[in-house]
């Protein structure tokens, strides 16, 4: 069991989630996007928001500013999450455009928002679950998402309510956050989601 409950977090890690989200709009969208464009979009998206914050990551080691991929100090995340918001900010600049796919720009603010949200949280000494930020943000995207394409992922929505509580589960049992901090994480990772479907659907 314990090990089934580390492979979850690890499975289902917050780098992943805005690419899984990506991936899923590709997969659903009515609109037509060229083959090549998708590619690159995705090739670009994995690049810079799941390599380049790994090799980040080594990188950090290195210098002894962090001391393992767990972040398990609020000090330790300050400085990974103030990389990650510009490396969203590049993201939205330069990959994601509002003109060009207005449902993921609006998706990538939200992802920039709650990462914002976390580390005004670490500098405050408040460690918000990142794992349930990701997850549940991407639960609101699709959400939002289904509503705004009219499609029916109700199959869909339901294993995510059951991977958000078996990553939630994942958590408490290795011990890297308590009760408050996931539900913070929750909604830190849900609010701006929702706030912003106002500009999109």
């Known amino acids: 069991m314990d090990r089934i409950l580390k492979s979850i977090s690890f499975i289902f890690h917050p780098l992943l989630m805005p690419l899984v989200g990506v991936v899923f709009y590709f997969l659903v969208s009515p609109r037509f996007t060229p083959e090549e464009i998708i590619y690159a979009k995705l090739i670009s998206l994995a690049i810079l928001t799941v390599l380049l914050p790994i090799l980040i990551y080594f990188l950090l080691k290195t210098l002894g500013k962090i001391q393992s991929i767990y972040l398990k100090t609020t000090n330790e995340r300050i400085l990974p999450l103030t990389l990650n918001c510009i490396i969203i900010l590049i993201v939205l600049l330069r990959i994601i455009t509002q003109s060009q796919f ?3 720009y609006f998706f990538f603010v939200g992802i920039l928002i709650s990462t914002m949200a976390c580390l005004i949280l670490a500098i405050l000494k408040f460690k918000a679950s990142i794992h349930m930020i990701a997850i549940s943000g991407l639960f609101m995207f699709l959400i939002v998402l289904s509503i705004h394409f009219n499609i029916n ?3 869909i929505l339901a294993l995510m309510s059951i991977i958000m509580g078996a990553v939630a589960t994942s958590r408490l049992h290795l011990k ?3 009760y408050k901090e996931l539900i ?4 830190v990772g849900v609010m701006p989601q929702l706030i912003l479907v106002t500009y999109w659907l």
């Open 153 to 155: 992922i109700n199959d």
């Open 176 to 178: 890297a956050h308590n």
């Open 102 to 104: 207005i449902e993921l």
């Open 184 to 187: 913070m994480g929750f909604f």
